[in-house]
DNA sequence: CGGTGTGTTGAA
DNA sequence: TCAACACACCGG
């Protein structure tokens, strides 16, 4: 779990800038790509053949050759390494690496191109950096698809930089119309259980995420906070917030209830928490229906399905497949299986196909 | 069978 | 954190 994207919280760091290293460089081109790797440069008779064995290293950052003369992108967080994805050229893959840095590490990141190529800033960029989360957008350079979804988003922001059918899960915040979308940080998510929109008015916030995102004075843990989310329609939604020595679980209660209402959230919907990185540490709370299909890569399509009685249902998340039980109270919360190497992937990308945590890719 | 991306290690 | 290297394993 410690493994999961799940904190951006450190997305406000601070990392100095350094000059994009390539940008205008002349590669020696002494370093050609060569076939399987090997296509030795046949050398003079002797031994010195078996160097020619080795692979070209990149002049790019987070870029390693791949056998086939191919290249590959990577970047490395909490002593994990994340791929990126092969690719043709070198320097799309240099690209690949920055988005993922940028999104990664923020602004301020290290990358090979991104300062140069955007310094006039790229709000547009910026926001889709920030709805869409680390694993959607590593989804993106592997499918070779982020600069299609990067298109899109800037052709749906359009004016208004209203959301869109086009947008994100969560689009973007677009309220009011005015006023540009501030930049926030997604906190966590939560498939909501029968319980967190039965009539216990309360929803049960997972205990990692409490403690990390929502810590509660010792002296108002039993009491209780007032909590201020905004949605995306701009309303302000307020919840008490405490802890429940009882069931030993941190809830939002008084308040809840009129949101489940008034959004009709159902069991298996995604809450979605969101916190401004600017100052005001403005808090945002958003939802989306578990089975959306809005043509984005990032949204759960379903797959197949017919009828609420359905024995199983394909969802499609984050391009991964995903077979859900039927939603039967038992199993509506977890996402049921998740198959051989997919797994690994979803673990790695923070997607929790246990049953224990129904939190669906803290980002 | 070709290629990808993981296992792993040593350097920074 | 990162790149280098070897190769197991995967999909065609």
Not at 149 to 171: C, H, I, K, M, V
Request: aromatic fraction near 8%; charged fraction near 25%.
């Amino acid at each position: 779990m410690d493994l999961s994207f799940a904190d951006e919280s450190t997305t406000s760091e601070t990392v100095s800038i350094t000059p994009a290293v390539a940008a205008s460089k002349s590669p020696p081109e002494s370093l050609c790509r060569v076939g399987s790797g090997a296509s030795a440069i046949t050398d003079a008779e002797n031994g010195v053949e078996a160097e020619s064995r080795k692979l070209p290293s990149s002049r790019f950052k987070g870029v390693v050759p791949q056998p086939n003369g191919r290249w590959g992108a990577q970047i490395y967080e909490k002593h994990q390494r994340v791929w990126l994805g092969t690719f043709n050229e070198e320097d799309e893959a240099a690209r690949a690496y920055d988005t993922a840095a940028q999104r990664f590490r923020g602004r301020d990141a290290v990358t090979n191109f991104k300062p140069l190529s955007e310094t006039q800033e790229d709000g547009v960029e910026t926001a889709f950096l920030n709805t869409h989360s680390k694993a959607e957008i590593v989804d993106m350079l592997r499918k070779h698809t982020y600069g299609d979804e990067l298109e899109q988003s800037r052709r749906s922001y359009n004016s208004n930089g209203r959301r869109t059918a086009e947008d994100g899960p969560f689009g973007f915040s677009g309220r009011g119309g005015d006023r540009a979308a501030k930049a926030r940080e997604q906190l966590f998510e939560k498939a909501v259980t029968p319980s967190d929109v039965g009539k216990l008015n309360r929803l049960v916030i997972p205990k990692q995420h409490a403690e990390r995102h929502f810590p509660l004075q010792s002296g108002s843990t039993s009491k209780g906070v007032l909590l201020n989310f905004e949605d995306a329609g701009g309303k302000v939604w307020r919840f008490r917030y405490s802890y429940w020595n009882s069931s030993q679980s941190y809830v939002l209660t008084k308040g809840w209830s009129r949101f489940v209402k008034e959004k009709g959230l159902r069991a298996g919907d995604i809450v979605s928490f969101q916190r401004s990185t600017a100052p005001d540490n403005q808090l945002y709370i958003d939802w989306k229906s578990r089975n959306i299909n809005n043509g984005s890569n990032a949204a759960a399509a379903v797959v197949a399905v017919s009828g609420r009685a359905q024995p199983v249902v394909m969802v499609r998340l984050f391009g991964v497949n995903i077979f859900e039980a039927a939603p039967s109270d038992a199993a509506i919360d977890g996402y049921g299986s998740c198959s051989g190497k997919r797994m690994r992937e979803m673990e790695l990308l923070g997607l929790d196909c246990s049953k224990k945590q129904r939190v669906i890719g803290a980002l």
